[in-house]
């Protein structure tokens, strides 16, 4: 049975701080990695993907992927009340299937 | 704005009925999902269409019937659903390599479905 599992929190950060989401899975045979967000009661936005170990940035966000530890990261920096939502670790094992995370929430104060 | 276009957005509807759930892109993508999300839970696949056929059904029952009537389409067909069915409806379409790999999925807003 392929899991990704991630800690479903919620973590709470203050505004400006680094959020830090963190994310394993099962299938060593994993190829590519997900980030998306979700706000309450709304569809699931992409907003980062991986496929390579390293680190991956855009803007306020940088993905990082340990393929030999089986471990990948979103962090957010300087975090805004609006970064607050549920964060989906999504990981892709062949095929078309992707195996989504129960989701970690996260909330911002101001 | 969300390129990928599900409707209706909202959805109630008795157990003997039928309906479907209408999804549309313009991405150029040539696979095409349906994802059933409770709350609180993630999205669960059900069915995966690639260049027009069906690739994957996830054990999904047959009140459920998927059809992709061109590559910009994709239906959902509901037949004598269960309350437990109950739940938000997403579309969403992807890339497909050549090497069989693929892209990151983009969704659409969803259907949220209520059964009497």
């Known amino acids: 049975q392929k899991e990704v599992e991630q800690n479903s929190g919620p973590l709470s950060v203050p505004e400006g701080a680094i959020a830090s989401l963190n994310c394993t899975y099962s299938d060593r045979g994993s190829q590519s990695f997900f980030w998306y967000r979700q706000y309450s009661g709304k569809s699931p936005e992409l907003i980062m993907f991986?496929?390579?170990?390293g680190d991956k940035e855009d803007g306020r966000f940088t993905a990082q992927l340990n393929k030999a530890s089986q471990y990948v990261s979103l962090l957010i920096r300087d975090s805004q009340p609006s970064d607050s939502a549920t964060y989906l670790c999504?990981?892709?094992?062949?095929?078309?299937?992707?195996?989504f995370g129960a989701g970690t929430r996260l909330f911002v104060k101001a | 704005d969300t390129e990928v276009t599900q409707t209706p957005k909202h959805l109630v509807m008795g157990m003997t009925n039928k309906k479907s759930l209408k999804c549309e892109q313009h991405?150029?993508?040539?696979?095409m999902y349906w994802y059933k999300q409770k709350a609180k839970k993630p999205p669960e696949l059900m069915f995966v269409y690639s260049y027009e056929k069906l690739s994957i059904n996830e054990s999904v029952p047959s009140r459920f019937s998927p059809e992709c009537p061109n590559s910009s389409l994709l239906n959902l067909h509901l037949h004598a659903l269960q309350p437990e069915d109950s739940a938000l409806y997403l579309c969403?379409?992807?890339?497909?390599?050549?090497?069989?790999?693929?892209?990151?999925?983009?969704f659409g807003d969803g259907t949220r479905l209520s059964i009497l």
């Open positions: 999504a990981v892709g094992s062949g095929g078309f299937k992707t195996i």
């Open positions: 991405m150029g993508h040539r696979a």
């Open positions: 969403a379409s992807s890339q497909v390599f050549l090497d069989g790999g693929y892209q990151p999925q983009h």
């Open positions: 991986i496929y390579s170990n």
